[in-house]
Every structure is written in structure tokens, then in C-alpha cells.
């Protein structure tokens, strides 16, 4: 097995923490948030997937993607990732995007250092554990939102 194949599981086996949650959700979910906090299970899917697609366009170097990263444009929620079909088209897109330029990736090129604003200089490898960390973390609060968070009309689910 390659490096890159081996990278590839352990990024597929990681994101299923976040794809796992997103079956039987239901769109009246995407609007819940947990008490004290600022952000919806739908903003936590759309900010999923846009991180993913800035990944793979600035740190794998899949330059001909077009990201609008709107999450990440309004640092903060703005109630507008509601629609599930839309979400859920959305994040598979992410995945895909991100898996294609990660199939290309090398076995020399995981060494390959890049430097972002966001996290200094990492090699592509620890840029990938950065991207599973980040998935795995927002799907952790994910998963508690769906579970424990109020719905729109604020009201929270008896456990």
C-alpha cells in the first residue's frame, strides 16, 4: 500500500464521524443549536465542507476549484443553512473535491511543506491531520446539537 492510499483511509475512516451523523437527519435539525452557543447543525455542515474545499484548493493545490467559503466569510452564523437537499449536495461535493486531489497527491509530495496563514508550515501530512482533527472536532458538536439542541422554536428534546 502507498502512502497515499493509507493517508486516503485514514482521512475516509475519520470524516465518517461526520458523514455517519448526517444519515436520518432531518431538515426541521439544521436550525438547532445548543444553549450558549452561536451555531446551528446546518452551519456546522456548510462549515464542514467549506473548510474541506479550502484544503483541497490551497493546501492540495486543487487550483481550478471555486470556493465561497461563506462560513468563513461571516464568521458567524447567519440562519441561512437550512435547506437539507442543498447541504447535503454540498458536502458531497466537498468530499469528492477533496478525495480527487488527495488521490493525486504523491508519496514525495506528503513531505512537501506549505505555509497558510491559518496554521503556519506544515507538511501536506500534517495538514491532513489538521483537516481530520477539524472535521472530527465540529462533528463532536454536531452530534451534540442534533442530540441535545433546541429547535427553532427553542424548545429542547426530552432525553
Same mark, same amino acid.
Given at each position: ?5 493509507? +493517508? ?10 461526520f ?39 490551497? !493546501?492540495?493545490? #486543487?487550483? #481550478?476549484?471555486a !470556493?465561497?467559503a ?23 461535493? #466537498? +468530499? ?8 493525486? !497527491? ?10 497558510t ?14 483537516i ?28
Open positions: 500500500m502507498s502512502a497515499t492510499e493509507a +493517508y486516503l483511509q485514514t482521512w475516509k475512516e475519520a470524516r465518517t464521524r458523514s455517519n451523523l448526517l444519515e436520518g437527519l432531518q431538515e426541521e435539525d439544521l436550525p438547532k443549536k445548543l444553549i450558549n452557543t452561536k451555531n446551528s447543525a446546518g452551519f456546522l455542515i456548510r462549515h464542514i465542507s467549506d473548510v474541506e474545499l479550502l484544503f483541497a484548493k490551497n !493546501v492540495f493545490g #486543487a487550483s #481550478a476549484l !470556493v465561497h461563506k462560513t468563513l466569510i461571516a464568521q458567524r452564523d447567519t440562519g441561512e443553512w437550512t435547506n437539507l437537499k442543498e447541504l447535503m449536495d454540498y458536502q458531497i461535493f #466537498a +468530499y469528492e473535491s477533496l478525495k480527487s486531489i488527495l488521490e493525486k !497527491v504523491s508519496t514525495e509530495d506528503w513531505l512537501q511543506t506549505i505555509t496563514r491559518e496554521f503556519g508550515t506544515k507538511t501536506k501530512a500534517e495538514a491532513l491531520g489538521r481530520i482533527s477539524h472535521t472530527a472536532y465540529h462533528a463532536g458538536q454536531l452530534a451534540l446539537t442534533i442530540r441535545y439542541g433546541s429547535d427553532a422554536t427553542g424548545r429542547f428534546p426530552t432525553v
